[in-house]
């Protein structure tokens, strides 16, 4: 009696047994328990802000943070950043800035080393090509990738100790190299010919940056190409009035911009398939930030974007409400009522809206790739 109900018992469990082990086994799912996250901008959590911010003050008040933060934070939008949502959906914190770390404690669960205007490139590079007093920072991508060296050393010591513990956190190299682009287009105009030539070695600093995290002990790694930059207003505003067969009749973007963002995010991949052949222990991802949001300019009722897409929620105005010298929050900016109905906060960087879709996309969505 008692053995016919053993046998009973382990013959209806046997099938949800047998189907468990085998998702488990096919698809192990990596928990995270911390992230590094390195960039400029789209990710800062107020590292520009921890030394003053000299380029750019204005980030240091609302209506910087306002929808979500109630205050400023150095976040470059009206509240969280895609990397915000990325902890969140982890169930981490939000990533404290590396540069008001530098006495506290050392944190477990992670840490942001992004600058605002940080470049994928050296300093040097742009200096070399009177570029440099653009710049808003020299802290480019291999500076960051040297503090954590730094930082590394207290939060582990033996190489098998770092090992263990970076197995389960997830590293994001970027968005970085934007600005490489930004800073010859958006503030000097330069022509798309002039600035083609940059994007292997943009990218080879891309890659550069993820071998030496690799070797430090990353496992995880997320690689994000180029936002569609012929869709935001300060590249319309400074490139208005081209040829009207530049322009997307859909959109309104500028589709020669829009082309230079992918052959960039082209470009990128191809070095990261290499990337895998050489590192075939190591998960490095490929994250599509223009597939995350190009749909917001062709679909934008599906998002609620009914305020704008091509045009800022704050700025100088202008027909993109852009004005590169009264930027958002400067005396004689406006604000719109919603930044919720908007792509776009500040004439460069996206609203939390935007960011809370394309973070949706990228963890949940098809934009990772391998998914995360
Ligand atoms: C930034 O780098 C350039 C070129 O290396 C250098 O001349 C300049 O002094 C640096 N600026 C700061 C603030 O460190
Ligand atoms: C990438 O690393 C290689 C090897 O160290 C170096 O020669 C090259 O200059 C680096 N490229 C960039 C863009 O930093
Ligand atoms: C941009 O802002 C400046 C400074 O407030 C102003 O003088 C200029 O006319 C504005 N440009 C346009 C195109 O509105």
């Known amino acids: 009696m008692t053995i016919m109900k053993v046998e009973v018992f ?32 789209l990710s800062d959590t107020g ?52 540069l008001k770390l530098a006495e506290g404690p050392y944190v477990k669960t992670g840490v942001n080393f992004a600058v605002v205007g940080a470049t994928a490139l050296d300093a040097e590079f742009f200096y070399a090509r009177n570029l440099g007093s653009i710049l808003l920072t020299n802290d480019s991508l291999s500076v960051q990738v040297s503090w954590f060296k730094k930082w590394k050393s207290s939060i582990c010591t033996t190489k098998h100790e770092c090992d263990i513990y970076f197995k389960k956190s997830l590293f994001l190299v970027g968005e970085i190299g934007g600005n490489d682009y930004n800073v010859p287009f958006i503030f000097t105009g330069a022509p798309l010919e002039q600035v ?4 292997p070695l943009v990218v080879e600093a891309v890659i550069n940056a993820t071998v030496a995290l690799i070797e430090e ?27 009207p067969s530049d322009y997307n009749s859909k959109t309104g973007c500028l589709d020669t911009f829009n082309a230079f963002s992918e052959y960039h995010n082209e470009q ?25 949001s190009i749909d917001f300019y062709y679909k934008p009722k599906r998002y609620g974007f009914t305020g704008g897409t091509i045009i800022a929620c704050c700025g100088g105005g ?32 996206g609203t939390e809206a935007a960011h809370r879709y394309m973070a949706k996309g990228l963890v949940y969505g098809p934009f990772t790739s391998p998914p995360l």
């Open 47 to 98: 590292n520009y802000l921890a030394v003053g911010a000299p380029g750019l003050p204005f980030i240091g008040h609302l209506p910087y943070g306002e929808t979500y933060f109630g205050q400023a934070t150095g976040r470059c939008s009206d509240g969280r950043l895609i990397v915000d949502f990325i902890a969140e959906a982890l169930g981490l914190p939000f990533l404290p800035p590396y």
């Open 318 to 349: 202008g027909p993109y409400n852009f004005n590169l010298s009264r930027g958002c929050g400067q005396p004689g900016s406006t604000l719109c009522k919603d930044p919720s109905t908007f792509v776009n906060w500040d004439g460069v960087h």
């Open 217 to 243: 002990g990353a496992v995880n790694v997320v690689v994000p190409g180029n936002m569609p930059i012929g869709c935001i207003p300060a590249y319309l505003t400074t490139f208005q009035g081209s040829n």
């Open 268 to 292: 990128l991949l191809e070095a990261l398939k290499k990337l895998r052949k050489k590192y075939p222990q190591a998960r490095i991802m490929y994250a599509d930030y223009y597939g995350a």
């Open 10 to 41: 382990a013959y209806l469990l046997l099938p949800f047994l047998v189907a468990f082990a085998s998702v488990s086994s096919t698809n192990p799912p990596v928990k995270y328990e911390s992230i590094f996250n390195f960039g400029n901008s």
């Open 196 to 199: 083609r030539p940059f994007v």
